[in-house]
């Protein structure tokens, strides 16, 4: 019986191509609007915020796109990654269910976001980009773009969500670093920012409003551009080569699987293990089951709405049809920060209506316990997003336990927590609150939708 933990690729078996799911789909998913003419939006109401590379990957009807060889240069520093089969938590569950998790953690900047901030910065450098803006919630997407903007010569300003600026002061150190420019969101450096301080001062801020105060600046320097580390379709394509090394990997160990759990803030690392998985699955090859796992204090799958909604919390961006709780939410403080958006993924959501994958919410303290399971069995300290999925992860296996079935469960471990040890800090020291969110609240904030579309 085979006792193998690390399933490993040779650089030479790195995958060339990222996958684009949308001409596979039974249906196309809806475009994005003009907020003010409820017309689709086409490639020169874009250009303001994103190279023309980028604009045409995101409505690209090609089913493969070439993986640009100075990004494969970069991809090498970490990639492959390793897919692993946490024989020691299945054991200390006492599960019959096989566990494996692709582990992302070994990027340079400890989680997946470096999958599409390389191709994104070096496609802006190609177009003779100078600078790039983007929000962040936890900061491993600022410090992942911030990687990337050094090794192409790009200078980034950073909005980084007050409730995570405060929390995880290394990550701001690590963007610095790499020599971006950070500010705590909301800020008085933008018209959004002091609207937001003006009626909270004291504001916690969410990914919605460091997104307006991104944009804001973007939009208003001609030689700045925009850089979103998630729910574009473009953004979930480049995380697709999570999903292609995966596959190759688990033919490696002679299983296919019958769950694939990942956790969703807007959508990208679940988007980029599921979708080359959902693929086969479409073509009849595979069965999974494929779960969205979100926080229960922001909950856009399981209790928002199917509408179109504006991407940011000021309304600057285009209509986007998705799950949302409305873009004038604002989630609680939680430790996950990167799951703090009040959407979801447009491209998710369409597939999640037309009943290709399915969701469920948990409470951050459940996520927490599993973390420590985890970073007890396992070894690796998981980031408080995959602690979503790692508790989905210990579900799924207990009650395979129940059953006596044998599942074969895949999930994205999709960052390191090394940087968020504060919030282990506060699990640990009885310090962590599931605070309740009352429908009312949802009510109250899906009533700013915008009317008309
Ligand atoms: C480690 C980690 N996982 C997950 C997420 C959620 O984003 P997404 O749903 O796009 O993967 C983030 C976002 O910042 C993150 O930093």
């Given at each position: 019986m085979s006792n193998q933990v690390k399933y490993v690729l040779q650089e030479?078996?790195?995958?060339?191509q990222w996958y684009n799911i949308i001409p596979d789909l039974p249906a196309p998913p809806p475009p994005p609007l003009h907020?003010?003419?409820h017309q689709p939006v086409g490639p020169d109401d874009l250009a303001p915020l994103f190279p023309t590379a980028l604009i045409m990957q995101e409505v690209s009807g090609d089913r493969h796109i070439a993986i640009p060889e100075p990004v494969l240069d970069v991809y090498r520093?970490?990639?492959?990654t390793p897919l692993y089969r946490a024989r020691r938590l299945e054991k200390d569950l006492g599960t019959p269910a096989k566990i494996y998790y692709k582990y992302e953690g070994v990027s340079p900047a400890g989680s997946h976001k470096p999958n599409t901030a390389v191709p994104q910065a070096y496609y802006n450098a190609a177009e003779g980009v100078r600078k790039l803006t983007t929000e962040t919630g936890a900061g491993q997407w600022g410090s992942s773009l911030a990687f990337a903007c050094a090794l192409f010569g790009i200078d980034l300003e950073v909005w980084m969500v007050r409730s995570s600026f405060d929390q995880k002061p290394y990550r701001k150190l690590l963007m610095e670093t790499y020599g971006a420019t950070v500010h705590p969101s909301?800020?008085?450096?933008?018209n959004a920012g002091r609207a937001i301080l003006a009626q909270h001062p004291d504001s916690t801020g969410s990914l919605g409003i460091a997104i307006s105060e991104a944009v804001e600046v973007a939009g208003s320097n001609a030689d700045t551009r925009y850089a979103l580390g998630s729910v574009l379709n473009h953004v979930l394509m480049h995380q697709t080569i999570i999903g292609e090394e995966a596959l190759k990997q688990l033919a490696e160990a002679g299983d296919t699987p019958d769950v694939i759990v990942g956790c969703t803030g807007g959508g990208s690392n679940f988007g980029g293990l599921a979708f080359p998985f959902l693929r086969e699955k479409m073509a009849g090859k595979m069965n999974p089951v494929i779960r969205a796992v979100e926080p229960a204090a922001c909950p856009s799958f399981t209790r928002g709405t199917y509408a179109y909604d504006f991407g940011d919390t000021a309304g600057l961006t285009p209509l986007l049809k998705m799950h949302t709780l409305g873009h004038e939410f604002i989630p609680d403080?939680?430790?996950?920060?990167?799951?703090?958006?009040?959407g979801m993924s447009p491209l998710l959501s369409h597939i999640y209506e037309l009943g290709l994958i399915e969701a469920v919410a948990k409470p951050q303290s459940e996520c927490f316990a599993a973390g420590l399971r985890f970073a007890r069995t396992e070894g690796i300290v998981p980031a408080p997003e995959p602690t979503h999925a790692v508790a989905a992860c210990i579900e799924e296996a207990l009650r395979c336990k129940e059953t006596g079935e044998e599942k074969v469960i895949l999930t994205a471990?999709?960052?390191?927590g090394l940087l968020d040890l504060q919030a282990y800090g506060d699990y640990l020291h009885g310090q962590m609150e599931d605070l309740s969110l009352s429908d009312a609240t949802i009510e109250e904030a899906l009533r700013g939708l915008p009317a008309g579309v």
């Open positions: 030479s078996e790195m995958p060339q907020p003010g003419t520093l970490w990639r492959p909301p800020s008085d450096v933008t403080p939680i430790h996950a920060g990167g799951l703090r958006y009040h471990l999709c960052g390191h």
